[in-house]
Every structure is written in structure tokens, then in C-alpha cells.
């Protein structure tokens, strides 16, 4: 028998090797397997398995298998091909990315030193311990009071050196030192389990009722669940797990942003206990594998997590749940495989033969056509939960502040300001918006107007006070200490302008020197720990504002929240991206959905700059329709997606001229052109330097009245990319091809 390995690499060249006797049973289509190639031994993955070859050359032997369990499930190992070719990425580098790094054969979970209580002893030998060793009185007191079993490292509480003071104990006989294997602790990403009793009201039922008629039918059946921010969407999903489970079948949640995880997670425990696995980017290679390896035994049976957590082994999956679809964040960009989870969430629902249900307050433009073409089937809760109310939006004209007083850059309006006094004098909780960390992202030199910029990125530097630093946003380069004069005309008047996160909390810290205030950001939740610990305490009410970026505006459910203020709801607006009002409409709904989400009233502050755009004020009308109806028109005019198929092509190179006349030889030398298809470019990207790297594209559009599944956009950028390494003698430069890419710039 022969296989056909893969690697992880670039080229989507496969090689064959023969599988040796003793393992025909053990390797199989999707096993990992030790092999010889050119001097060295790699891993790879068979992605074929034939009885003859018509190679005549050498053929090298497997070496041996990596895995002892099946890690993959057949339709997983599907899956990793569709999306290979979907993506146009080589089939080994998509399983390299999906499975954890450190499973394999000999991936075992690391000890742990316990020290086990082994003789109670009279008290008279007692006192004698006590004065004698006072340290091993201390611990062995401790495993006599409370648990007889301890972790040693634990002890370090009570004395400095546990491990001496154990070992001494061991030699009186009074206790036995054993080693356990260190489980990771895998349940510090939830929320204490929130029992809650529901009853569903009309409509929630009516949605479930549709949802177990589907999951009866055991096909894939698609959905598109609207439903207002508070209508109980969370407790819909976890009803729809429960029947899933109750089929024996399995079930995937799919979140946008990390600090979602720990609540629902904590709600999902509440009901499946430990059958709820957590998956995300925070996890480290030992809780990856851990966990990895406990979804393949079959003890968990949902699991919650960030987009990777599409790729679970779970096996016979029945409802595969993607919340808040149109994130963006649902779009790896950064790295190969450049994928969207919500449609690799479709396709795995298709070969899985699952329910999915993609859901929402504001649906993503391409769902709500889904839905309009009849793909999706359509669910709506066009109402709060119970006596919540939708909360009082009120738009702050800052333009008009800047009027009256003459002063540009006020950050907190007075409006605001009274809103926040109130409510903290209620004893209700606060949450401000600002999508930008830092303190100011711009510092300019009021003399020459020189901006002060990444050395390495064509990025201005932002200032973050707390750490005193300059900081690029994209590449981490770090200027240390305040700049007093202008790196160009040696002036001292550099100003700081703009608002960032750590600005708005030191304002809000002044203005209101008596309220707890605590800033949820990138700079402020360096692990998943520290994003659980905060939310907890806000939801703990142990603090009464919580000012944060994007990741406090979705999805998070605090009853005692009844006031939003969005710092500056402008952000984002003018970027030249056709999604962007898009981006700044669901942020702003988002937002606005967190406020008054129980019987309290709850309102929203907007501040704006630009109080006539029409997105803000939909946004301010919390006006869906009204706003997909334009902008549908809109992308309809521009031929965007809905209406198009996109994919864009990066090319990146050190050297701009290169690149330039490179991006002129691939332009000129495309072949395949059809009806429907559009080029723009090639031109320089929106960041046009990162990393010291220049970056230019060409993004093809393709009708989908002429295209209408994109294959013939797809067979293109084939016929032209696939081996582009070779074909355009690229050199140094990196080629990225990207497959509905969530932004343009
Ligand atoms: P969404 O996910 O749509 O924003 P949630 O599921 O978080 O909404 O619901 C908002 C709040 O209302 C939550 O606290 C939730 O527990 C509560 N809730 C929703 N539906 C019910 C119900 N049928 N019975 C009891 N509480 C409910
Ligand atoms: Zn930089």
C-alpha cells in the first residue's frame, strides 16, 4: 500500500511513500506520519492511500504513525480539503494549523507532586512537632484539617520550601509524596455556572419549534436567526443544544471575540456541566492538546469557542451555531489558511449533515441576501426578553460643543457626564465605548505638522501614558519616553491629539474621583485570565464603569448596565473600505444593545462629529431595515458583495520598486479574463508599508448574476496564481491570495 503525504509548506506538491506491514491498519487517510525527506525525517499527512502507484522511481517507507487515536474525524478530514481548496492553501499547512502542535504519540500531560496524609498521630507527639519542626507542624495541621491530599506547590503559602519540609515529613513516616498527572485547568475561562429558570415566551418558541423540526430531519438545514440584542437569542441556542444532545448528537458555538467566552461558557455550564469545552487563541499548547485529545474520546460534547473552533474533532455534529456573524473577526487574515469561519461553519454543517444556524441583531449583508435568495431559512425575536426595553438613544452633536466653546478634542460631553452622575447615583453600572487603545494616537508638531510615525510602518505612534511608551499598533516597535521635540524641525511644540482608552479612564477617573473604574483592552487583558477576572468583577458589581475597545460592545449581558456612552461613534467611517459603514452600524447597534438589557430602563449616549451621516443615524433609530435597504442599493450600484464575488491578491517586498514593476508583469500577464469580471489595480494597499514591508493588490470582482456560485472567479485566480511562485519569479516577494476577504484596505 501506498500513501500520499502532504507538508506543511508553501507548495502543493504531495510524495509518495509505501506503507510498511505493520502499520497498514494504523495509517489511513488523514493520519500524521513520521517520514524521510531529502536528508532529514518530517511530519506529514496522508491525504491519500492507493493499492499501486505508477511512480517507478524510489519510493521511501513511512517511518511511523504520529497518533495512536484517530485526531481527525473522516468529515473533519474533509473539511481540511475543502478548505485547501476553497483557499487555494496546500492541504498540509491547513491541518498543520488546525491540529495542536504538541499532540502526538508522545504528548503526555506533565506531573504533579501531591503529598498524601498516611498517619494521624497522638498529641503529646503532636506538641513535640509542633516545637521541634514548626514548618512541618504547620503542613501536616493543614492535611489533617482540611483535605488529606495536597499539591505541593500549593503549600508555598505556609512555608517558603514545601518539598524540603514534605520530604522530612515522608521520613517520619507521617505522610507519602505521589505523583499525579498535572490535568489543566481547562474551567478558569467561565463564568461561575448561571442557573437561571426560562420559560419561553411566544416568539422564542415558535423559533424553537422550527429548529427541532429541523434537527428531526437530521439534514443540513441552514438558518439565519435575527434577533434584537436581549431577545434571549443565548438561551435559544442552548435549548437547541440540549435536543441536539438529547439525539446523542454533538454541537459547535462559534463566538467572535474572546471576552464573550467566559459567560457563555458559564451559561452553557450551568446546563451540560462539564461536557462544555472552551476553545481560543489564549489557550496554551498543553490546555490545546488536552482538550483536543478529550474531544476525540467523546467526554466533551459541545464546544465553545473562537473560529478555530470550527475545526473540532467532534464527531457526528448536529447544530453548528455561529454568533454574531458578521464579524470580521470570523475572517483569518493574518496567516494561512485565510478563512471565514461562518462559511467553513456552512460547509461543515453540509458534510456533517447539521443544523446551522448563523445569527444576529444586525445580520451580515451576505446573510440577509442568503436569506432573500432562499438559502436561509429566516427566524426572528423582534422583541426584548420579558419588560426590557429597548433603551432611549440620544446623539450628542460634538461639532455644536466645539461651537460654544471654541475647543476642539472635549472628550466626555456634558450630557454624558450628567447621564454617568445619575446613574452611578442610582447604583447602576456604566459601560463607555472607544475603539482605540492608548492615550493619543496621533502626536504632531504644531510647528512643522510633522506626525510621528512608526519607524518601520507607514503607521503614526500612539501614546500610552500609563507605560510612558510610543507604541505602533501594528509591529509593537516601542519608542521609549515622551518626545518633547519634533524629530524633524527640533521644535518643542508637539501636541497630542486624539482619544484612546487609557484617556477616556484617566478623564472619567478625574471627573468622578469617588466611581470604580477598570478598562477592558488589548494593553489590560494580556491572557484569558485576566478578561474573566475583569468581567466578573463588573458583573459582581465590585466596579461601576467599565470603558473598553470593540470587546465590551458585543454580546455581554449585565443586568445592572443601563447606561452606554459611545465616546466617538466617528471612528472608522471614513475609511475607504466598502464595508465600513457596514463595521460602524453594527458596532453602534452592538453597543446600544448592552444598555437597559433587564427591568431597569436603559439609555445611550452617541458622540459624534458627524450627526447627519446617515449611518448614525440609523444607528440612532436602532433602524435595521432602513439601513439594509440602502446599502444594499449601494453595494448593488458598486457590484460589492452581496453582489459580487471578491478576492484580492497581496503581493509584499522590501524593495517598492521591485514590487511596483513585479505588480505591473503579474497585471499585464493575466490570462482568463471573462464577462463580469472586474480588476482593480494593482495598487498600493491602504497600509502601504508594515514591518518595513511594502504591500500592493489587485482585487477581482465577479458578478453573481453571471458567476452565481463564483466558480469561475475561483477557476480564474486558479489559472493564474496557483503556482504564482514560479510563474512571476517572485523571489524575496510573498504572494497572499485571499477568498471573500472581509476588507478591502
Ligand atoms: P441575546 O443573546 O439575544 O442578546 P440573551 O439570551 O442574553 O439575549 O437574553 C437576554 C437576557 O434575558 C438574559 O439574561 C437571558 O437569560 C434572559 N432571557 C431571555 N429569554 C429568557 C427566557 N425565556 N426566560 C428567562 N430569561 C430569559
Ligand atoms: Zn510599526
Not at 448592552?594 to 449616549?605: D, F, I, T, Y
Amino acid at each position: 500500500m501506498f500513501a500520499e503525504v502532504a507538508f506543511p509548506i508553501r507548495s502543493f506538491q504531495t510524495f509518495t511513500y509505501s506503507i510498511p506491514k505493520e502499520y497498514l491498519h494504523s495509517i489511513n487517510i488523514g493520519s500524521r506520519v513520521i517520514v524521510p525527506l531529502r536528508n532529514k525525517t518530517i511530519q506529514g499527512v496522508v491525504v491519500d492511500v492507493n493499492n499501486s502507484i505508477s511512480y517507478s522511481g524510489n519510493i521511501k517507507e513511512i517511518i511511523e504513525p504520529v497518533d495512536n487515536i484517530l485526531i481527525f474525524t473522516p468529515l473533519l478530514w474533509k473539511l481540511i480539503h475543502w478548505v485547501g481548496k476553497y483557499y487555494m492553501v496546500p492541504i498540509g499547512k491547513v491541518a498543520n494549523t488546525v491540529i495542536p502542535k504538541s499532540i502526538s504519540k508522545n504528548y503526555r500531560l506533565p506531573k504533579q507532586k501531591f503529598v498524601l496524609l498516611k498517619q494521624k498521630i497522638d498529641s503529646e507527639i503532636l506538641k513535640d512537632l509542633k516545637t521541634r519542626a514548626p514548618k512541618q507542624y504547620a503542613v501536616y495541621e493543614i492535611l489533617c484539617s482540611q483535605d488529606s491530599i495536597k499539591d505541593i506547590a500549593s503549600l508555598k503559602d505556609i512555608v517558603k520550601n514545601p518539598m524540603q519540609v514534605c520530604l522530612a515529613l515522608q521520613k517520619r513516616g507521617l505522610i507519602d509524596i505521589i505523583e499525579k498527572d498535572k490535568i489543566p485547568d481547562v474551567n478558569k475561562f467561565s463564568f461561575e455556572p448561571i442557573h437561571k429558570k426560562v420559560i419561553f415566551n411566544i416568539d422564542q418558541q415558535k423559533v424553537i419549534d422550527q429548529i427541532i423540526l429541523s434537527l428531526n430531519r437530521y439534514c443540513y438545514e441552514p438558518f439565519l436567526l435575527h434577533g434584537v440584542t436581549g431577545s434571549g437569542k443565548t438561551e435559544i441556542y442552548i435549548e437547541s443544544v440540549k435536543i441536539c444532545l438529547e439525539q446523542n448528537r454533538t454541537a459547535i458555538v462559534l463566538l467572535p471575540e474572546i471576552a464573550l467566552t467566559p459567560q457563555i461558557a458559564g451559561r452553557f455550564r450551568a446546563v451540560f456541566g462539564d461536557a462544555v469545552a472552551v476553545w481560543h487563541s489564549k489557550l496554551t499548547q498543553q490546555q490545546r492538546s488536552w482538550t483536543w485529545t478529550k474531544i476525540c474520546s467523546g467526554e466533551y460534547k459541545i464546544v465553545i469557542g473562537a473560529r478555530s473552533a470550527v475545526f473540532s474533532p467532534l464527531k457526528n455534529i448536529g447544530l453548528i451555531i455561529v454568533d454574531e456573524e458578521q464579524e470580521s473577526s470570523f475572517y483569518q487574515d493574518a496567516k494561512d489558511p485565510r478563512y471565514h469561519a461562518r462559511d467553513v461553519a456552512v460547509m461543515r454543517g453540509t458534510l456533517e449533515k447539521s443544523v446551522v444556524i448563523v445569527a444576529s441583531a444586525t445580520p451580515s449583508l451576505e446573510s440577509y441576501y442568503n436569506y432573500q435568495q432562499k438559502k436561509f431559512q429566516y427566524l426572528y425575536l423582534p422583541k426584548r426578553f420579558g419588560n426590557a426595553k429597548y433603551p432611549t438613544v440620544h446623539i450628542v452633536n460634538m461639532l455644536s460643543i466645539v461651537e460654544e466653546t471654541g475647543k476642539y478634542g472635549q472628550v466626555v460631553s456634558g450630557l454624558l457626564q450628567d447621564k454617568i452622575e445619575e446613574r452611578i447615583n442610582n447604583n447602576e453600572q456604566i459601560i463607555l465605548l472607544q475603539n482605540r487603545r492608548g492615550f493619543s494616537p496621533i502626536i504632531k508638531c504644531n510647528e512643522c505638522g510633522e506626525v510621528l510615525m512608526c519607524n518601520q510602518c507607514k503607521i503614526a505612534l500612539t501614546y500610552h501614558k500609563n507605560e510612558d511608551k510610543l507604541i505602533c499598533h501594528f509591529c509593537s516597535y516601542v519608542f521609549s519616553g515622551t518626545l518633547i521635540r519634533c524629530i524633524k524641525c527640533k521644535n518643542n511644540k508637539l501636541k497630542y491629539f486624539g482619544t484612546g482608552t487609557q484617556k477616556v479612564e484617566s478623564l472619567i477617573k478625574q471627573t468622578f474621583p469617588s466611581a470604580r473604574v477598570k478598562r477592558l483592552d488589548m494593553d489590560t487583558s494580556k491572557s484569558s485570565n485576566d478578561i474573566t477576572t475583569l468581567l466578573k468583577s463588573f458583573s459582581n458589581h465590585e466596579f461601576d464603569i467599565l470603558i473598553g475597545t470593540q470587546m465590551v460592545a458585543k454580546g455581554l449581558d449585565f443586568p445592572n448596565a443601563t447606561l452606554v456612552g459611545i465616546i466617538n461613534a466617528d471612528l472608522g467611517l471614513h475609511l475607504p473600505d466598502f464595508r465600513a459603514s457596514e463595521k460602524v452600524f453594527q458596532l453602534l447597534y452592538q453597543a446600544s444593545g448592552r444598555s437597559g438589557r433587564s427591568q431597569k430602563p436603559g439609555e445611550v449616549v452617541i458622540q459624534t462629529y458627524s450627526p447627519d451621516n446617515i449611518v448614525i443615524n440609523n444607528a440612532k433609530k436602532l433602524n435595521i431595515s432602513k439601513f439594509y435597504h440602502t446599502t444594499l442599493n449601494e453595494r448593488e450600484e458598486l457590484n460589492y458583495p452581496p453582489y459580487s464575488w471578491l478576492a484580492k491578491i497581496e503581493v509584499i517586498g522590501s524593495n517598492r520598486i521591485d514590487l511596483i514593476s513585479l505588480m505591473d508583469r503579474i497585471a499585464f500577464n493575466i490570462i482568463g479574463k471573462f464577462e463580469g469580471l472586474e480588476v482593480l489595480g494593482p495598487s498600493p494597499c491602504f497600509l502601504e508599508k508594515l514591518k518595513n514591508k511594502f504591500r500592493y493588490q489587485i482585487v477581482f470582482k465577479s458578478k453573481k448574476i453571471l458567476d452565481p456560485n463564483g466558480a469561475k472567479l475561483h477557476f480564474f485566480i486558479k489559472e493564474n496564481f496557483y503556482n504564482a511562485k514560479k510563474k512571476f519569479n517572485l523571489k524575496q516577494n510573498k504572494l497572499n491570495i485571499y477568498f471573500d476577504p472581509m476588507s478591502l484596505i
